[in-house]
């Protein structure tokens, strides 16, 4: 009986923290408070598409986090390109199917082959990044959380299928957000559509054969502000053409969606079993191994300076800094998202010496030419600044906010 009130207890806090609206005047205060980090955004016409979400953790006595969030500029309906954070509810789904088709001798670690069958897909044999030298489910989603690479979602995406992707979503409650196209080859229309046959090995041994899928589903883009942007662009013949830039047929990931992503991978025990992934804990442990590690950890897949660098993927805190000293006692869990002057990142930041945890997911945007596609953003000089700066300030905060219980974060370690 005790349990059953416990469980109960756990779901009621949780929920009621779903309803909470978040306070809209703390992060403007702190912002304001530091016009020497903050000015040119504060300033700035649009203030730099800026959305901030904020959230404090306190634990209880049986260590269950307690959440309080704070926003800026939150707007679901002000659209911003979410780039590569889209991967990370793609990775979660793709192990989901996995456990869901429970097929003897398939797993994270099966050769996985990938053909064609549509115009404009591409073959996979090989990948020398890996242990084998084969492509794999594992060592795709080690290549997304190390480094977001591009084709590594691709292929998740075409395992999962952009139905079953979208149908997952809706599942969750991330009604906003529709992932519907793959990233870095201009994908669209029916290609979009089309998902490749994908072959499963265990050495020789075929183990498993997902089709070719086709979705003819449609779904409509929730946001309604800020679909048209700027005042030109390069098409894809490098082409200026003047008018603005349209982002309605792309993928749509709101700030809230991306944090409760994250709060729902890494505080599984704050919801509802019936609304929890379906994962193993061998998947949260992976998942969570490979999202903290700093690329230059990896053995394989390797990854060397200068090309990459322990901050290459992480935001807030660091600004993707090459040069970042990086604390020893500090992780980062986190997705970023980089791409048409926007950089996004949605993160749970961890000191294991302090017992600081809190969740940051932030987006700011730079185009000041208002052309796009022409590879003139101002990433270095303020997007990632801000994102640095931000995560920092609100660090130290937290370093001094009190709390009654002391965390025990030895899951995450």
Not at 111 to 125: C, E, L, P, R, Y
Not at 365 to 383: A, F, L, M
Request: with cysteine; proline share 6%.
């Amino acid at each position: 009986m005790k349990k059953l009130l416990f469980a109960t207890f756990i779901m009621f806090a949780s929920l009621n923290s779903f309803a909470q609206q978040p306070d809209t005047l703390f992060l403007k205060n702190m912002l304001e408070s530091h016009p020497e980090l903050f000015a040119g955004i504060l300033k700035h016409p649009t203030q730099n598409e800026v959305q901030i979400l904020y959230t404090q953790i306190d634990r209880d006595e049986h260590n269950i986090p307690h959440f309080k969030s704070y926003s800026y500029r939150l707007n679901p309906k002000r659209y911003f390109y979410p780039a590569s954070t889209v991967k990370l509810p793609t990775l979660i789904f793709a192990l989901e199917k996995l456990n869901e088709l429970k097929i003897k001798g398939l797993s994270r670690q099966s050769s996985m082959i990938t053909d064609s069958s549509f115009a404009g897909q591409t073959k996979v044999t090989r990948d020398t990044s890996s242990k084998t030298g084969l492509p794999s489910l594992e060592n795709y989603m080690k290549k997304i959380l190390l480094v977001s690479d591009n084709d590594a979602y691709n292929r998740l995406y075409e395992f999962v299928g952009r139905e079953e992707i979208n149908q997952k979503l809706k599942k969750y409650g991330l009604t906003q957000t529709r992932i519907v196209g793959r990233l870095a080859i201009g994908d669209g229309g029916d290609r979009a559509r089309h998902t490749n046959p994908i072959r499963f090995y265990n050495g020789d041994k075929l183990i498993y054969t997902k089709p070719e899928l086709i979705d003819n589903n449609d779904y409509p883009m929730a946001a309604t502000d800020n679909l048209q942007q700027g005042k030109g662009y390069l098409d894809r013949n490098d082409k200026l053409v003047m008018g603005p830039f349209d982002f309605s047929n792309m993928n749509n990931y709101p700030l809230a969606d991306q944090q409760m992503v994250l709060r729902r991978l890494l505080f599984p025990e704050t919801f509802p079993k019936n609304e929890r992934f379906n994962l193993t804990d061998n998947d949260y442990r992976f998942i969570y191994k490979y999202m903290s590690m700093y690329p230059t950890e990896s053995k394989k897949p390797t990854y060397n300076r200068p090309d990459y660098f322990p901050a290459y993927c992480k935001f807030l805190f660091y600004g993707g800094d090459s040069s970042a000293v990086i604390n020893p006692d500090i992780r980062i869990f986190n997705k970023v998202g980089d791409s048409y002057g926007y950089d996004i990142d949605n993160a749970c930041i961890v000191n294991f010496k302090t017992k600081t945890e809190f969740l940051l997911s932030a987006v700011v945007q730079s185009n000041e030419d208002g052309i796009y596609n022409d590879n003139k953003y101002e990433y270095t000089t303020v997007c990632l600044p801000f994102l640095k700066n931000l995560a920092q300030v609100i660090y130290q905060y937290e370093l001094t906010r009190p709390k009654k219980n002391e965390p025990n974060l030895s899951r995450y370690k």
